[in-house]
């Protein structure tokens, strides 16, 4: 069982930074793909970015493309979700999840594995 813990978020002002990190048990340090998602409230779960496992490829949801930056630490087992230039709109519960799964990565659908979320509130 693959278990994700998120922390990081809080309150931020528009245009700031922050940095969020989901710890994964043991049995993630490989083969698993790991995604961002977020929810907005009121709105449905949508993509923010995923990282492969075996190069680290990025791919990113237009949205965010060019702001957000998905990192990993293999030896520590976190993910990263690096938030640059925040805009009231990114406010939302974010969740890290991870899959075996290659195809369909911005759907999140395709993932097993969550974690319980944190939340990133963007002030204007």
């Known amino acids: 069982q693959v278990q994700l813990v998120e922390s990081g978020g809080g309150l931020v002002q528009a245009g700031g930074p922050l940095k969020l990190s989901c710890a994964a048990s043991e049995n993630t340090r490989s083969y698993y793909n790991m995604g961002w998602f977020r929810q907005p409230p009121g709105k449905e779960r949508e993509f923010v970015g995923y990282i492969a496992w075996n190069d680290n490829g990025t791919s990113y949801a237009d949205s965010v493309k060019g702001r957000f930056t998905i990192s990993r630490d293999m030896p520590k087992n976190t993910l990263y979700l690096q938030m640059n230039s925040l805009k009231p709109e990114d406010t939302a519960l974010y969740y890290c999840?991870?899959?075996?799964?290659?195809?369909?990565?911005?759907?999140?659908?395709?993932?097993?594995?969550w974690g319980q979320g944190t939340q990133v509130t963007v002030s204007s």
């Open positions: 999840a991870a899959t075996l799964k290659w195809s369909n990565l911005n759907s999140y659908h395709q993932y097993d594995y």
